[in-house]
């Protein structure tokens, strides 16, 4: 430790994130990207805005795509946040609403950014253990805490929870804020939207990197009664005026105008994950049921390292998670195109 | 207040950015913008990387990028960060380096995002009063303190320190951080890049906003030892994994490279500043030295108030500041290319 560094700096645990290798040959499922393109609607709009006005700020406000997202949604603006990926809103969220007395609840297995956040605030938290089979129990969450944050579906499992659960938390849990974390909800999970204008403190973020394809443009947004999102206004208005550039806020917009695109894509994501959940089974892995564009999934017999060290000699790169022991034998794959899925399988039948 | 904001919320202080007006007709002199566009080498070659790899994140470390910075300052990469917009970084900077028992420095007429980060981390801070002159005085910064920052050319005054005075206070001040914020440092300041590998204390913020004219890109860059460097990517990578886009990693690869547009643009920018300063100077302004992209100038009779309403009516916006009472009778004007500068003049001439 340098003896320039704040405190906070030395007690750091920094996420890691997957792998983005530099070998474009290898079939990439290792970090829940959409295997589709961009929307044409979107790259076409993208390119016609690379042009002289660069040179000038973007709006600080993203206006203008707020504006698409709440008309999309049938919500007001106000109740819009927008931010450089959802992991910068996720950060805003920590700083802004769950830095409280009471400790911070959320899954012991789980997107593992959220203790880094909390390292980062230094925020008090508790992890609130998975049941047997892996499943959120929202009733352990009934308890003195100062917020509670949740994927749904969660990752790395992908197992959703019913909107009938989630509104059965808000009713019991009134004094915190709720936030879900639906980076994953377009792909055969029940958003929660629909309950923002009734709970005042549930907070609802999403990504364009999944559903939308755009996991390169960095581009995330959130939805809350407007006094949580004031909030996040006044971090983000202390941090960084303008987070979004130009040409993101232009692909966001066209990218929720093209729903046509959208549906497309993630129905054939959808079905692909079934295909391959169907063909897993067979050669004799469980899979987690999910409501994502990844599966969490484990052999009966061989070890996890073991799949993930062969699946990466044949060019195929998926996810493994050491810690906790106990989701140790699995992988997280993602889903990509029916051909991608249909790879996999060969090489798994080939090799195992 | 809301219950649910943690206690920070309240306490904030938020930046204002410059008007980012709609009409795009004014004449928009008050946000420091480039008035040249990007150069073409940079729109061509975003426009190719506008396909289907944005599907994909982006390197979450940038490294071509660093790479190509590195080179072109004769550094190493591991002396490099890169954030979204030199605003990022700063507030990185803050809450990595500038957190300590002893308050941080800067002077009191600065860039005002300076307290409104020390608002967010909970940092100390004290305000170094600017001499007579309106100049930073950095033998007043010899004094207990837990870190100094400031912009060099100062904003919004313009005036430029000398390389020979920040070095006298590197040896002098040892033992805490010394920032220098040179987001305007390219039009006729010296650099203390030069510095980085003698002093281990150093640390120096570069936008690509002004002089490379990608301010609708968002990108920034520091330079330090490594050892602060290694702070500052610990609390991005406790923050968001992939805070730069993969558009505004390449156009900030091809605005390094294409350095004789880069220069033909400052330069001329540089012209078009002297121009002003004349031409004021006829006309009753008292103009301070600016080594900036920007000049700080006040009548010798006339109100700010009144000449910047009058500007706003015939289409010319520049930026005014009423606080401190000070530098309330001066106003901030950006250069822009010649002929803005010549209408600028005939307006005044017209109007005063």
Same mark, same amino acid.
């Given at each position: 430790m340098?003896k320039?560094?704040?405190?906070?700096?030395? !007690?750091?645990?920094?996420?890691?994130?997957?792998? $983005?290798?530099?070998?474009?040959?290898?079939?990439?499922?290792?970090?829940?990207?959409?295997?589709?393109?961009? +929307?044409?609607?979107?790259?076409?709009?993208?390119?016609?805005?690379?042009?002289?006005?660069?040179?000038?700020?973007?709006?600080?406000?993203?206006?203008?795509?707020?504006?698409?997202? +709440?008309?999309?949604?049938?919500?007001?603006?106000?109740?819009?946040?927008?931010?450089?990926? +959802?992991?910068?809103?996720?950060?805003?969220?920590?700083?802004?609403?769950?830095?409280?007395?009471?400790?911070?609840?959320?899954?012991?297995?789980?997107?593992s950014?959220?203790?880094a956040?909390?390292?980062?605030?230094?925020?008090?938290?508790?992890?609130?253990?998975?049941?047997?089979?892996?499943? &959120?129990?929202?009733? /352990?969450?009934?308890? =003195?805490? #100062?917020?509670?944050?949740?994927?749904?579906?969660?990752?790395?499992?992908?197992?959703?929870?019913?909107?009938?659960? &989630?509104? =059965? %938390?808000?009713?019991?849990?009134?004094?915190?804020?709720?936030?879900?974390?639906?980076?994953?909800? /377009?792909? #055969?999970?029940?958003?929660?939207?629909?309950?923002?204008? $009734?709970?005042?403190?549930?907070?609802?973020? $999403?990504?364009?990197?999944?559903?939308?394809?755009?996991?390169?443009?960095r581009? #995330?947004?959130?939805?809350?009664? *407007?006094?949580?999102? *004031?909030?996040?206004?006044?971090?983000?208005?202390?941090?960084?005026?303008?987070p &979004?550039? !130009?040409?993101? $806020?232009?692909a966001?917009?066209?990218? &929720?105008?093209?729903?046509?695109?959208?549906?497309?894509?993630?129905?054939?994501?959808?079905?692909?994950?079934?295909?391959?959940e169907?063909?897993?089974?067979?050669? =004799?892995?469980?899979?987690?049921?999910?409501?994502?564009?990844?599966?969490?999934?484990?052999?009966?017999?061989?070890?996890?390292?073991?799949?993930?060290?062969?699946?990466?000699?044949? #060019?195929?790169?998926?996810?493994?998670?050491?810690?906790?022991?106990?989701?140790?034998?699995?992988?997280?794959?993602?889903?990509?195109?029916?051909?991608?899925?249909?790879?996999?399988?060969?090489? %798994?039948?080939?090799?195992?």
């Amino acid at each position: 430790m340098s003896k320039y560094w704040s405190n906070i700096v030395s !007690r750091l645990t920094p996420y890691t994130p997957g792998e $983005q290798p530099k070998d474009k040959s290898l079939l990439k499922l290792n970090t829940n990207e959409n295997p589709y393109s961009p +929307s044409t609607k979107v790259l076409d709009a993208i390119k016609l805005s690379v042009k002289e006005s660069l040179r000038l700020y973007p709006d600080p406000e993203s206006n203008d795509l707020k504006e698409t997202i +709440s008309n999309y949604y049938g919500l007001s603006k106000s109740n819009i946040f927008v931010g450089n990926g +959802s992991d910068e809103i996720l950060a805003f969220i920590f700083q802004a609403l769950l830095k409280k007395e009471a400790p911070v609840l959320f899954p012991d297995i789980t997107y593992s950014f959220y203790p880094a956040y909390c390292s980062l605030y230094d925020i008090k938290y508790k992890k609130i253990p998975l049941d047997k089979e892996l499943n &959120i129990n929202l009733e /352990d969450y009934l308890i =003195n805490n #100062g917020g509670i944050i949740f994927p749904n579906p969660n990752a790395p499992t992908g197992i959703p929870k019913r909107l009938v659960d &989630i509104e =059965n %938390l808000l009713q019991l849990n009134r004094e915190s804020v709720v936030v879900i974390d639906e980076a994953y909800v /377009d792909f #055969g999970t029940e958003s929660a939207v629909k309950l923002i204008n $009734q709970y005042k403190n549930l907070l609802i973020t $999403q990504s364009f990197s999944k559903s939308r394809s755009l996991a390169g443009m960095r581009l #995330g947004c959130a939805f809350a009664d *407007e006094d949580l999102i *004031e909030a996040l206004n006044r971090v983000k208005n202390s941090f960084n005026s303008y987070p &979004i550039d !130009r040409l993101a $806020q232009i692909a966001g917009i066209k990218a &929720i105008q093209d729903e046509d695109y959208f549906n497309l894509t993630r129905i054939k994501i959808i079905e692909a994950r079934k295909f391959l959940e169907k063909e897993l089974f067979l050669i =004799n892995f469980e899979v987690l049921p999910s409501g994502a564009n990844f599966i969490f999934t484990r052999h009966k017999s061989k070890d996890a390292i073991t799949i993930f060290k062969i699946l990466r000699e044949s #060019g195929v790169m998926v996810r493994h998670f050491s810690e906790p022991e106990r989701i140790s034998q699995f992988l997280r794959i993602t889903i990509g195109t029916m051909e991608d899925m249909q790879k996999l399988i060969s090489i %798994l039948k080939a090799t195992l």
